[in-house]
């Protein structure tokens, strides 16, 4: 765990290493908001990308990966490393902080669903006269969406790598079987507004945990009143980092 957070922080766009799940494009800028409310808690000073810089450069960095001689079989960290030194060129930084959103699916039992370190009840719509126990037969598994973060130091050195669960998809709608005696089914549809910013806030701790120490649950749910679903540009907090010239 660091002892204090460093203080030039570059933290990238949403998914600039991986493509977005198109049912998470709503909610990408909240995520991105909760980690940088989440650090600058700890004072660290933010720099961004724009994202079409960021990505440009990111497939630029893969591209001489692949081309490195001296690179058998070249990974994320080979492009990371160079993605590194590139954007060194344009701006100082402590740390780089590449966050992305993906889908995962979550086990249910009974109306408890995990997922990547989260335990959530699935909301229930339905028969109101119907009381759902904890224990209802409800099985199989559930799409929810995840928090992935992979720090590297100012060198291209890998730092911290970690993930978190953050919202379940879909809830589970009570079927109307007709039969008093015969056992309620179950079927599964979309949430309409599935991110909890306080939630987030809480993703977002532990995917940097240990990395950035971690705070009291009161501060939390403070630190959430701040997240914004607006375009993480648009919140005016974060210096943007002098733009990368677009890979050739």
Do not use: C
């Not at 808690?41 to 990966?65: E, F, M, N, Q, V």
């Amino acid at each position: 765990m660091l002892a204090k957070v460093p203080e030039r922080i570059v933290i990238l766009p949403m998914n600039v290493t991986t493509a977005l799940p198109a049912e998470l494009k709503g909610e990408s800028t909240a995520v991105w908001s909760s980690l940088e409310v989440y650090l600058r808690a700890h004072g660290a000073g933010l720099k961004t990308l724009a994202y079409p810089s960021a990505h440009a450069l990111w497939l630029a960095s893969i591209r001489d990966a692949k081309a490195d001689p001296k690179l058998k079989n070249p990974g994320f960290d080979d492009a990371a490393r160079l993605f590194v030194a590139k954007l060194k060129q344009h701006t100082d930084f402590d740390a780089l902080v590449i966050p992305s959103l993906y889908v995962q699916r979550a086990v249910l039992s009974g109306t408890t669903a995990r997922w990547d370190g989260a335990e959530q009840t699935i909301d229930m719509v339905g028969r109101a006269d119907v009381q759902i126990p904890s224990d209802a037969p409800i099985e199989g598994v559930v799409p929810a969406a995840s928090l992935h973060a992979v720090v590297f130091d100012g060198e291209g050195a890998r730092l911290h790598e970690g993930r978190a669960g953050l919202a379940l998809l879909m809830r589970a709608r009570l079927a109307h079987t007709g039969a008093p005696n015969e056992a309620p089914t179950f079927t599964f549809v979309a949430r309409n507004d599935p991110f909890d910013h306080a939630l987030l806030v809480r993703g977002a701790a532990k995917a940097l945990a240990p990395w950035v120490p971690a705070l009291p649950a009161a501060t939390l749910d403070e630190l959430a009143t701040h997240v914004v679903s607006g375009p993480p540009a648009a919140t005016g907090e974060s210096e943007r980092a002098p733009e990368a010239p677009d890979a050739p």
